[in-house]
């Protein structure tokens, strides 16, 4: 197998429950990796995140063809998710202004295309070095990129928990242009997260500790990590290792 | 339940008034999104609370009415959220902000009795006030008086300075957080209370709709808040109170939020110029930028309110009971009258006045009838609806046969709209930051403000069948209204074009069969029917008239930011009716 995946999610140590949920499936030669972080409502943040990894394998297993491109592949399987938390959020009084962030990943051959939406994050590490692939649909992340707040103001601002995109708000799902794309080459390990894992450690510090080694030791310990700083909340971490041709 | 906008009666458990679409849980305390009431047993809380009724319910938890059993003294009870109260960080800040909170005892404020925990929920126990909010206040009145405001916002200020002068900042004044007894005294409510709920993860549209329009530069920026981000908020409440309407309103929060920081607020004599000129200075320097530029406390700034009262030219308190028009269409109907007076003296100079006089009114009046707006005849007949290519919700395809109708050729107008504004009928539309040209479709308006335009102008929304048939081929079920070919920007107006509204009309080789313009892209359209996504399944093939309840309506059409699969013909989108979109406007139809 040219991927090879580690995958860990854990409460943390603060929350009652745990929101996230992930999900990889190799379906048709694709591989597929999902990460969603529920958000709102006494019981709805736990349902959005599992409708979303649902409705998102399920379309891929029904909807998978050959030479379909996996861009539209992603978008549609995108929208499904979205228009699917909608319809259970309307159908139920409980469920009422559910959604989840996410960031959906697929690898065909050595190419890796992927979308996000909120404030889970997909990381490149490649040469020891550790390179952001999404922007956070945040508040926070925007009032920064306009110059409004400083980057120190940043990392304590008490609206950080704003995301601008998520599933299963608006109708219409607005993504960035264009589609994530990244050829991969030999030892490249694409790490994806929600915002637990992130929120208790720079970009440096996880790379540190994911750069090298087993992966599913790397998992553990990021989780470890997270949890030692406080687990302020939900943590979940997967991390890919693309190992080319070498069968 | 009665709704109180029509006064119709609906069953208990509706969650929306089915005769003009109305949410029918909001009560007198707001406490944003209120989703529908679940029917309860009886809830006693603390021992003693014995619940009444819900009262409403949000992002800041539960609010009920509860009466002590004992004492019989009727109380408000908000119970946060309980997925607060299961996180530590959380729990220990909410009791020592509450036990601040309960110091505070002032004649404006309403107090916080006590606080408990039970069952690992918390619950504020609060006093009960009859009234209503200040919000509710201003859209009965659209703006108020000047006296009236200056004696409500003198009253907050009591409340801030003596609560200021204790270390508490409100942190989210609003006019949703003022309540106003029946004989006209104010109690603020909810001090403190967003300090303690902060913190969980939030989309950004799942904010209450307005909580960005009062919010001060400092607390955008995520600095330490002090007396005077509350003024800075109380300012924007009160240019609100004056001039109906806030000074940053965008299309996205985010505009709003970045106004508030870098935009200087237009002066409020701008919306209204028979303000007083001291109403400008007033509010011109409590909504400074900086701190310092403020009024300093909240004593200092009920001062100033006072001063647009003693004004000597504040307008008469007669005229002010009548709803004050805006000086624009004061001005427009004293032209209008000058001009006819000279229209008819001219006319009689020239002698066979009279004839000529009624000659000329016929000339004029299609141009300046809103009602007049071209429609196209669809003659009765069978049509395919839905698209087995489509999503699950467009099928199973059915033919479906309707009678004979008219349907507005082009969406309405910002002008044709606009009329029904000036007439009274219809509210202002959202203004959002797009093409408003006179000709361009109008947006911003719900589905509730569409019905109320159209049944203003003798007409009625489209069903959602006739808006397909209407956006079709004759006989044929294409893909698009032209035709099967994939849409191009000469065709529609959508998100591979510049993104920017166009006037009604603009794309000529994008009508459907029949003639309509505009169905694919540009905006939106509400349609009648409520949205349920198995519709098709159980519906009626004669002229359906679609879900006999529902929660969303259905939209149509697509828009200036749709992509091409939302343009088809057959696609089905659908949104809350009181949701005033950027994208979603109307057009109306009619019976043979």
Not at chain 1, 21 to 44: C, E, S
Not at chain 1, 135 to 164: C, M, W, Y
Not at chain 1, 197 to 216: P, R, T
Not at chain 2, 288 to 299: E, I
Request: neutral net charge; proline residues 5%.
């Amino acid at each position: 197998m040219p991927v090879s995946v580690a995958n860990l999610s854990h409460t943390g140590m603060v929350r009652a429950v745990n929101e996230d949920y992930f999900g990889y499936f190799r379906i048709g030669g694709l591989d597929i990796l999902i990460i969603a972080d529920g958000m709102g409502g006494h019981r709805g943040g736990k349902v959005a995140s599992k409708i979303a990894v649902d409705s998102i394998r399920e379309y891929f297993e029904t909807h998978i063809k050959e030479n379909h491109p996996a861009e539209s592949m992603i978008d549609e399987s995108l929208n499904t998710a979205n228009r699917m938390i909608r319809d259970f959020a309307a159908a139920d009084p409980g469920l009422y202004g559910m959604g989840a962030t996410a960031v959906l990943l697929v690898i065909r051959e050595n190419r890796a295309v992927f979308r996000h939406l909120g404030d889970c994050r997909l990381y490149l590490i490649r040469d020891e070095k550790i390179r952001r692939l999404t922007r956070d649909h945040t508040l926070v992340q925007k009032l920064l990129d306009d110059g409004i707040i400083t980057l120190a103001e940043s990392l304590f601002h008490p609206e950080r928990n704003i995301v601008s995109k998520a599933l299963g708000g608006r109708f219409y799902l607005e993504f960035d242009e264009p589609t994530g794309n990244l050829e991969l080459i030999n030892n490249d390990r694409l790490l994806m997260c929600s915002d637990g894992l992130f929120d208790s450690m720079s970009d440096e510090e996880i790379l540190e500790i994911a750069k090298s080694g087993d992966i599913n030791k790397c998992v553990q310990a990021l989780v470890d990590e997270a949890n030692k700083r406080g687990g302020n909340d939900n943590i979940t971490v997967q991390i890919v290792l693309y190992t080319g041709d070498k069968i | 339940m009665k709704c109180p906008k029509c006064g119709s009666e609906n069953s208990q458990d509706s969650k929306f008034c089915l005769s003009c679409g109305e949410p029918l849980t909001r009560k007198t305390i707001a406490v944003g999104v209120i989703p529908p009431q679940q029917t309860e047993e009886k809830l006693i809380i603390g021992k003693n609370y014995e619940v009444v009724k819900k009262l409403g319910e949000g992002g800041m938890g539960v609010v009920y009415k509860a009466v002590h059993n004992l004492s019989g003294q009727e109380v408000a009870i908000k119970m946060l959220p309980p997925e607060l109260s299961q996180d530590e960080g959380i729990r220990t800040r909410f009791i020592n902000e509450a036990r601040l909170l309960a110091k505070l005892d002032h004649p404006n404020i309403v107090t916080l009795y006590n606080f408990l925990e039970e069952d690992q929920k918390f619950y504020l126990i609060m006093q009960f006030v009859k009234g209503k909010t200040l919000e509710d206040h201003i859209r009965e009145k659209g703006k108020l008086p000047v006296d009236e405001a200056v004696n409500i916002f003198s009253q907050v200020c009591d409340a801030l300075g003596y609560a200021h002068e204790l270390g508490v900042i409100h942190r989210d004044i609003k006019p949703a957080n003022i309540m106003i007894t029946p004989d006209m005294r104010v109690k603020v409510m909810d001090f403190g209370i967003a300090k303690l709920t902060g913190g969980t993860k939030l989309t950004a549209t799942g904010i209450a709709v307005g909580t960005v329009w009062y919010m001060s530069p400092e607390q955008i920026r995520g600095a330490e808040l002090d007396a005077r981000s509350d003024l800075y908020a109380l300012g924007i409440t009160l240019y609100e109170a004056l001039t109906g309407r806030v000074p940053f309103n965008s299309e996205s929060d985010y505009e709003v939020r970045k106004s508030h920081v870098e935009v200087n607020p237009p002066s409020p004599l701008m919306h209204d110029s028979s303000l007083p000129q001291a109403a400008e200075t007033v509010l011109l320097k409590v909504l400074s930028k900086n701190p310092a530029d403020r009024y300093q406390n909240a004593q200092e700034f009920k001062k100033a309110i006072e001063s647009i009262r003693t004004s000597p030219l504040v307008i008469t308190p007669e005229y002010q009971s009548q709803g004050i028009p805006t000086e624009q269409i004061q001005k427009k109907s004293s032209n209008k009258g000058i001009v006819i007076a000279l229209i008819i003296l001219i006319l009689i100079l020239c002698g066979g006045a009279v004839y000529y006089f009624l000659f000329h009114q016929k000339m004029l009046a299609p141009q300046v009838n809103p009602l007049r707006a071209e429609q196209v005849y669809i003659p009765a007949g069978e049509f395919t609806m839905g698209s087995e290519k489509g999503k699950d919700d467009e099928k199973p395809v059915k033919k479906v046969l309707l009678s004979g109708y008219y349907i507005d050729k082009y969406e309405v107008t910002n002008l044709q709209y606009q009329k029904c504004v000036e007439a009274k009928i219809c509210g202002a539309p959202q203004d959002f930051l797009v093409n408003k040209s006179p000709s361009a479709p109008v947006v911003g308006v719900s589905y509730n403000d569409a019905k109320t335009f159209c049944e203003w102008a003798k007409k009625r929304l489209p069903t959602e069948a006739e808006w397909e048939k209407a956006a079709s081929q004759k006989g044929k079920n294409t893909e698009y209204p032209w035709g099967d070919e994939k849409p191009d920007c000469k065709r529609a107006n959508f998100v591979e074009c510049d993104l920017k509204l166009k006037e009604v009309g603009s794309f000529v080789s994008g009508a459907s069969g029949y003639g309509v313009m505009d169905m694919a892209g540009n905006v939106a359209e509400w349609v009648a029917d409520w949205y349920d996504k198995n519709a098709y399944l159980t519906m009626n093939t004669t002229n359906p008239k679609g879900p006999l309840t529902g929660t969303y309506r259905v939209v149509r059409g697509g828009s200036f930011k749709s992509t091409s699969m939302d343009l088809r013909k057959s696609n089905r989108m659908y949104s809350s009716p009181s949701e005033r979109l950027m994208t979603v406007g109307f057009r109306c139809a009619r019976s043979e």
